[in-house]
C-alpha cells in the first residue's frame, strides 16, 4: 500500500495472527527482545521519515516499542491502537491496554481509535458523535496526544462521521455510508495512508482529509474476496 503514495515501506513484525475473512484463529506476540531489535535495525539504516504501528498485542511489546520509538526520537508517530479485529475478536492483552494509553499516546503525533478502541482506552461509552468529540480532547488534553482522529464508523445511520481534534479545533469529516461486507483492515489502511502523506511532508489535517478519501475510494472499490469481511482495494 505504501507503494501507491509513492513511499518505501519497512517494517517491524509485532505479532504473528492465523486469519482470513472469517476471523482471527490464533494469534501470538514476537518478543519484546526481538521487536526492539528489529525497530532498531530499521532506524539505524532505514531512517523512517514517519512511523505507524498496528496490533501491539502484549504489554511487553508496548513498552519495547515506546521505548524505540523514544530511543531513536521517531517522529511523527501514527498510534492505531488496534485492540479489536474487525470480527469482534480481541487482538491485546489487558496489560496492554493500560501501557498504550500511559507510554504510547503520549508520544502520538495522531491516535487513531474506533468507538470500541476509544471505549476501551477511556473507559467510558463513546456512541454517538458528541462523545467523540470529547474522546478526542481527553485523548490530546489529558493523555497528551498532539491530535486524535475518532472514527466513527460503527455509529448507524446513513452517513459515516470521525471527528478529528488538532490544535484546539474540532473537525468533522462525513461521507455517505457504503453497504459492503469488504472492511478488513480499513483502520490500518488509514493509520498506514496518515503515515505515508506525513512522510510526504502533508499536513496533518491534509493527511487525515486525504487519507480518509483514500479508504472510502478502497472500500467503494474492493475486490469482494473471501466469505467474510474482506480486503479494501489498495490500488484506488
Known amino acids: 500500500m505504501f507503494q501507491r503514495f509513492q513511499v518505501f515501506g519497512t517494517s517491524v ?46 504489554t511487553e511489546v508496548v513498552r519495547a516499542v515506546a521505548a524505540g520509538l523514544s530511543a531513536h526520537g521517531l517522529r511523527p508517530y501514527v498510534l492505531d491502537p488496534v485492540m479489536v479485529a474487525t470480527s469482534g475478536d480481541l487482538l491485546v492483552d489487558e496489560g496492554a491496554v493500560q501501557a498504550i494509553r500511559e507510554q504510547l499516546v503520549p508520544l502520538a503525533t495522531l491516535v487513531t481509535p ?3 478502541e476509544a471505549e476501551v ?15 478526542a480532547r481527553t485523548l490530546v488534553e489529558e493523555h497528551g496526544a498532539h491530535a486524535a482522529l475518532v472514527k466513527g464508523g460503527h455509529l448507524p445511520g446513513l452517513e459515516m462521521v470521525d471527528v478529528l481534534f488538532h490544535d484546539g479545533t474540532i473537525e468533522h469529516f462525513r461521507h455517505p455510508r457504503i453497504h459492503t461486507t469488504s472492511l478488513h483492515g480499513t483502520g490500518c489502511t488509514l493509520s498506514a495512508s496518515i503515515a505515508a502523506h506525513l512522510a510526504r511532508g502533508n499536513s496533518l489535517r491534509e493527511a487525515v482529509r486525504s487519507s480518509l478519501e483514500y479508504v472510502y475510494r478502497a472500500i467503494l472499490t474492493a475486490p469482494a474476496l473471501g466469505s467474510g469481511h474482506g480486503p479494501l482495494n489498495h490500488w484506488a
Open 13 to 58: 513484525l509485532c505479532a504473528v495472527t492465523a486469519q482470513n475473512t472469517t476471523g482471527v484463529n490464533a494469534w501470538e506476540p514476537v518478543s519484546a527482545a526481538l521487536v526492539r531489535a528489529q525497530l532498531d535495525a530499521v532506524a539505524e539504516d532505514l531512517r523512517p521519515a514517519a512511523v505507524k504501528s498496528g496490533m501491539l498485542a502484549s
Open 114 to 116: 474506533n468507538l470500541d
Open 121 to 135: 482506552l477511556l473507559g467510558e461509552p463513546v456512541s454517538d458523535v458528541d462523545a467523540m468529540e470529547r474522546a
